[in-house]
């Protein structure tokens, strides 16, 4: 279906705003204007913070490029509910967590003599586990 990454990628997105509303703080799109920041959050403590949202329908390996981790920047994976009525999946990750599973999967391949390219770095889709639903480590 034409242009369903960038569909999965905006239901993602509006998911994790709905739900950081739901938990009242107050959340502005960046609408393509910061390539690692998808959401300018302030907290109801009044402390802001950016979010890069992961968003994907299926149980594939999560894509993210290496960066220098931030404390003001987290990660919102979402895995998007594919059938009505199905309640989306949420994965918070702090910065500096989401590079050290990006490591970990380049020392695994490195060590088990697979290839690695560093442009399809990321982390195998069943590590978000360990941060579903992680929202105190927000701001």
């Known amino acids: 279906m034409p242009g369903s990454r960038y569909r999965t990628q905006w239901m993602a997105q509006f998911y994790a705003a709905a739900e950081l509303i739901r938990r009242d703080y107050l959340v502005s799109f960046t609408l393509g204007n910061a390539p690692a920041t998808d959401l300018i959050i302030a907290s109801p403590h009044g402390v802001n913070f950016r979010v890069d949202v992961k968003g994907q329908r299926t149980n594939n390996f999560w894509r993210f490029r290496e960066r220098e981790p931030r404390n003001d920047h987290f990660y919102i994976l979402v895995r998007v509910p594919d059938e009505p009525g199905e309640a989306p999946i949420y994965f918070i990750l702090k910065s500096a967590e989401m590079m050290r599973e990006r490591r970990l999967y380049r020392e695994h391949c490195l060590q088990n ?9 990321g982390m195998h889709w069943t590590r978000a586990f360990d941060y579903q639903d992680h929202w105190n480590v927000l701001p």
Request: charged letters at 45%.
């Open 113 to 121: 003599g697979q290839r690695y390219d560093d442009k399809q770095g």
